[in-house]
């Protein structure tokens, strides 16, 4: 009696079976391997933000086959026969992140990456404010037999962390500074608080938000009112810009959550540039990310073509010319305002937000020659972060 090849193959398998692993039958492992997207390490904030991005299923051809995009563990499957059912089970049982895939192994000889979705709380994982270092377990069945087990080390970084840079080898490196755009959350429950406190404060002259429904100058005084409650607040710059890892093969970078940002009232350039077009988003202004090596900035739109960008350098926001440098507000200036329906501390204001703006602006036009083409330089929209499925953290 003839057999097939796949047949055949599947009967050797359960002829070796042997005890596994907790007395499980498993049998003797076809060529495969863990395989980490981001190296011995899992990053909460790039598992929550990219789930959006999966809406396809997974990848049916290449070596990715079997790949889903917010996958972050999985297997390097180098012979499985073809036809073959192969299942992948990933487990990191201590922060409760599952997954499972199923598929039929490709025909074409070559390795191949199987990836699954990972089953996740996004409150769990978003509570992870500390790295730690713990196990994840791989599992391969080939034709429902199990064909190994392996645990790896992983360090599962806080929610905060950013991946911005992984490499598999010094010419093989992927970009992950889109995920940045995760940091942007316009849908925190703060911004109302702060929209309202914005329009009331006395003498305002930007009585409603209207995105980019009217003018650029309408555009530039709504960005402008914002920018003159955090200096009424007294948002401070803070210089540190804490790198997460700087590891050859991996770069990755802390930012501050935005709840934390406006408790305490600190910002760095990343920190300051998240918030900020987080509350531009929320008001129909669409924002853009602005990287160089070891500085961030802030773009926005003024039209709602999304052609003609200007540039903010939020980390003037606290500096010398702020009116509200060395005293914030008082109650007699405040009854003032409310008075004369006029405050001479805006006029100040408004000019230190046109400095900030030429200084981002003189930024931009030095970094604009390198987007695209060196490590480090990323013009970023968060709309296009948005539409390929990048999604806000809730953090």
Known sequence: MR??????????????????????ACAQSPKWEPFFRFPGT??????????GRDANGPTESGPAYGYVHSGSLGIKLIDPPAGS?????????????????????????????LMPRLSLSEAKLARITQPLTTDAVFRLYVDGV?????????????????????????????????????????NHPAIDGLL????????????????????????????????????????T????????????????????????TLRTAQANCIDGTAVFASVLRKIGIEPIIVLIPGHAFLGFYTDPQHKHPVFLETTMLNNANNPFHQQGPTKAGTALAKMLHADTHMNDSWASFQQA???????????????????????LPVLKAREAGVQPLPL
């Open 357 to 379: 703006l030429r200084v981002g602006q003189q930024n931009f036009e030095k970094a604009a020659p390198n987007f695209g083409k060196q490590s480090g330089f990323v013009f």
């Open 146 to 186: 199990q064909a190994g087990e392996e645990r790896r080390p992983i360090r599962v970084r806080a929610s905060n962390d950013a991946p911005l840079r992984a490499c598999r080898a010094p010419t093989q490196c992927t970009d992950y500074s889109p995920y940045l755009a995760a940091f942007v959350n316009e």
């Open 237 to 260: 710059y803070s210089s540190i810009t804490t790198v997460s890892d700087s590891r050859p093969e991996l770069v990755s970078q802390t930012v501050r959550p935005l709840s934390q």
């Open 42 to 51: 899992f990053f909460p904030a790039f598992a929550i933000s990219a789930a």
């Open 196 to 235: 309202r406190s914005a329009l009331d404060i006395p003498a305002m002259p930007v009585k409603s938000w209207t995105g980019t429904q009217g003018s650029p100058d309408d555009v530039l005084r709504q960005v402008w009112a914002i920018w003159y409650l955090f200096q009424r607040n007294k948002v």
């Open 85 to 113: 059912k192969v299942k992948v089970q990933i487990e990191v049982p201590e922060i409760g992140v599952s997954g499972e895939l199923e598929t039929l192994a490709s025909s074409d000889g070559k390795p191949h990456f």
């Open 3 to 24: 057999y097939s090849k796949r047949r055949a193959w599947r009967n050797a398998l359960m002829l070796a079976a042997t005890l596994c692993l907790d007395g499980m």
